[in-house]
């Protein structure tokens, strides 16, 4: 064995970059071409109305820009502003009101309707149709009907409704104390139908054996929906409640629409101060916007990773 | 199987070259068919009636007839904080669009105008514009941005007449002072049980009115050293005009309870018979025919905004100018359209009656003589209304409160550093005072102020 044999035999790394060479071809063979070229509609409508926005975001938070020029480059000084803005407070409780109003009231309704109408033993899908009802009236349309049920004046629809058993009148959306809530209940009605319907979905999945073997063992209604409906509900209603969260959090249309983010802003949140930022002010408030936003969906990432991990174990059943 | 695959492949690669080309964008070269400049402009308000929208094609067509080089197309606009900033991000704007006067100085320091200086200056009238009105469209460096157009006017108070003889009020003898509305608030409230005052609390509208208030108690929301802005949110006679709305909600009952009235609703409501009193510009009238449908019957009256001490009647209005990303061609012919569509019923006798003719033959009738402000003079004016003195169809004589003094009253021009802005931190204030009997508004507008001060200071 000559030293040029040993250091022809003995070259690993040539041997391995030649083998790397073959890999495209390698991997075109295993039809990895056509894998892609079938993804590539896919990956390009992610890209461009997904992925791209969301790196333009990034980009915008740490720029300037009169929205005709080319932007200027400030660093953080957007998220600064953020953070300085004694709005921010505010925003960020109104959120989290939102959010509790929503969980507390909004959260049980439809779990409650679900089980209620899985009860049924007939025109269920009369009941079904009922509930989902509102979910098809476009969201504008649902909020504009209860703005005017909301009517302040003592002839408006709640108003008179109320006032016939001695309450009221109401400001409603007029007071800054019911405004958020009568928002809430606005929400609820509108969304209530969609998450029925899930419930409904999984509760199906429900082995009727199950229920034959709690009612030869005596067990109530009550202990029925307890020991079987909610264990096989369970996983459904990690993703819905993990959905309502990241949802409310989010609250733009009802604010929007309904008040505007009034009265003195006690309905505004946290995304209609990103619309407002943006789009309402003639100055230069886009980088701060975008800026907010940002962080509004590194903490939902954040609080969405914090709650699977610690609800992974529970919901491996 | 083999087939399957290629067809579903070749699919896949179709739908991305389709995708992919959807994306690239063309149009908006600015010219149009045959070599002519294509402009868009700015036309009505999106709730604007038929008989309006016929007037505005009429004068469209008069004036491509006029200039067969030019195709113009107008879009439904309104001036909204929202929609326009929305409209700049995207580079939607009309080629023509309107601003309000104070925003100019903004709009041009952050360069968002088109310089339409040497087009301006050619028109026959380029040197007689009322200075401190064309001053708001002049930038730092003395060119021309954007000049005053459509109206201006003085805040002033619009009334319900039928509403007052309702109540055993003379129709003729509006208030005059701010504890005159009051009373007769409260008069024609407890009367008709229809509230008789309102007052704009959404958005800038909001602050915009509470400031109209204040400077007509003799009180201004900004202060200029020559050097240095100052926000005086604080002022006491904005307090003065808070606690004069916390009076009518909470003491008398006789004020609106809505926090949720913008510019557009309040005329909305008011049209409606919801409300007897509320202040805006002089010029609301128009908007009232164009989009509400109120007639020279209908039981309308204006009257001047009452004022006390030094104080005067907050003037505003409306500019016109061209969007940046236009060419040459373009300003030259958007700034034709300015002269055709704003400007030269001012300034010629043909023009005016033109338009006067147009409106007043509309069905329904469009308003003309609504009392406004000299964009020039005021010999200019009332040479202008002597031209269409035929076709004037508004109930002048139940807008004597108002013509009778309007060239006599206080002007109190409005807030020039960021305005929009003062505007902002004041609305919820107001909407405090009308949604909470306790509001603390000395804490609210030291708040309001601190954040009005940063505003200014950029």
């Not at chain 2, 879009?75 to 601003?99: C, H, M, R």
Request: hydrophobic share 45%; glycine share 8%; net charge negative.
């Amino acid at each position: 064995m000559t030293t040029a044999d040993a250091v022809r035999t003995d070259r690993p790394p040539a041997l391995a970059r030649r083998e790397r060479a073959r890999t495209p071809a390698t991997w075109v063979r295993r039809g990895g071409l056509s894998s892609l070229v079938l993804a590539l509609p896919l990956l390009l409508v992610f890209g461009i109305f997904s992925w791209w926005p969301i790196v333009q975001a990034v980009v915008m938070s740490v720029q300037e820009t009169n929205l005709i020029d080319p932007p200027t480059f400030v660093g953080l000084e957007n998220f600064l502003t953020i953070f300085a803005d004694p709005l921010l407070p505010t925003v960020v409780r109104n959120t989290a009101w939102f959010a509790l109003l929503a969980l507390v009231f909004g959260y049980p309704v439809p779990l409650v309707g679900a089980v209620l109408m899985s009860e049924l033993r007939r025109r269920k899908g009369l009941y079904s149709v009922l509930a989902y009802l509102p979910v098809v009236v476009p969201p504008v349309v649902a909020v504009l009907l209860w703005k005017f049920f909301y009517d302040p004046r003592p002839e408006g629809v709640f108003n008179t409704i109320l006032g016939a058993v001695g309450l009221g009148p109401y400001s409603w959306l007029n007071d800054q104390a019911m405004a958020m809530p009568a928002l809430v209940l606005e929400a609820t009605w509108a969304a209530a139908g969609g998450t029925v319907i899930i419930y409904l979905a999984a509760l199906i999945g429900v082995p009727s054996e199950l229920y034959d073997a709690a009612e030869v063992d005596g067990a109530s209604v009550w202990r029925k929906v307890w020991h079987v409906t909610m264990p096989h509900l369970r996983g459904v209603l990690f993703i819905t409640l993990i959905l309502q969260v990241i949802g409310t959090a989010q609250v733009f249309l009802e604010p929007f629409l309904f008040t505007n983010g009034g009265p003195n802003h006690a309905t505004l949140t946290v995304m209609l101060w990103v619309y407002q930022l943006a789009f309402t002010s003639i100055g230069n408030s886009f980088g701060e916007a975008t800026a907010l936003s940002l962080l509004l969906a590194a903490f939902l990432a954040v609080m969405s990773l914090v709650y699977f991990r610690l609800t992974r174990s529970w919901s491996q059943s | 199987m083999r087939s399957s695959r290629t067809t579903a492949l070749a699919v896949a690669g179709v739908l991305s070259i389709g995708l992919l080309a959807s994306c690239s964008s063309d149009d908006a070269d600015g010219t149009g068919e045959g070599g002519k400049v294509k402009i868009t402009v700015a036309g009505l308000l999106p709730t604007a009636d038929d008989a309006a929208k016929e007037q505005l094609a009429e004068r469209v067509a008069a004036f491509e007839e006029e200039h067969p080089d030019i195709d113009v197309e107008t879009e439904d606009y309104e001036w909204k904080a929202s929609t326009f900033t929305t409209q700049l991000a995207g580079g939607t704007l009309p080629n023509v669009f309107e601003i309000p006067l104070t925003d100019g100085k903004t709009l041009i320091e952050n360069g968002q105008l088109a310089d339409i200086d040497a087009q301006v200056r050619a028109l026959p009238y380029g040197d007689d514009f009322n200075e401190a009105l064309l001053a708001n469209g002049t930038g730092d460096d003395g060119k021309v941005y954007a000049v005053p157009a459509k109206s201006i006017y003085a805040v002033a108070l619009h009334y319900n007449r039928n509403l007052f003889e309702q109540a055993g009020l003379d129709p003729d003898q509006p208030p005059t002072t701010w504890d005159e509305v009051r009373e007769y608030a409260k008069q024609i409230h407890d009367a008709t049980g229809v509230a008789g005052y309102a007052t704009m609390a959404l958005d800038n509208a909001g602050g915009w009115q509470l400031a109209a208030g204040a400077n007509s108690r003799g009180g201004v929301i900004e202060t200029f050293d020559g050097e240095q802005y100052t926000a005086t949110l604080d002022d006491p006679a904005v307090a003065e005009h808070l606690q004069w709305l916390h009076d009518l909600k909470w003491e008398d009952g006789s004020l609106l309870d809505r926090t949720d009235l913008g510019w557009g609703d309040i005329n909305t409501e008011f049209a409606a018979g919801n409300l007897a009193m509320y202040t805006s510009g002089s010029d609301v009238y128009n908007s009232l025919v164009e989009a509400n449908g109120v007639t020279a019957d209908w039981g309308y009256g204006l009257t001047a905004i009452p004022t006390s001490g030094d104080g005067g009647a907050l003037t505003g209005g409306t500019m016109a100018a061209v969007t940046k990303q236009s060419t040459d061609e373009q300003k030259d012919a958007a700034v034709k359209w300015i002269d055709w569509w704003y400007l030269s019923k001012l300034q010629d006798q043909d023009q005016a009656v033109a338009d006067a003719r147009t409106r007043a033959e509309a069905d329904p009738a469009q308003a003309v003589g609504t009392p406004v402000l000299p964009i020039f003079s005021k010999e200019n004016y009332e040479q202008s209304l002597e031209w269409v003195a035929d076709y004037v169809n508004v109930p002048l004589e139940d807008m004597t409160g108002y013509t009778d003094v309007m060239f006599d009253q206080e002007l109190v021009p409005e807030a020039s550093a960021a305005v929009q802005d003062l505007y902002a931190q004041l609305f919820p204030v107001v909407q405090a005072v009308i949604s909470d009997e306790d509001a603390d508004v000395d804490a609210l507008l030291a708040t309001a102020n601190e954040a009005a001060q940063q505003a200014i200071d950029g």
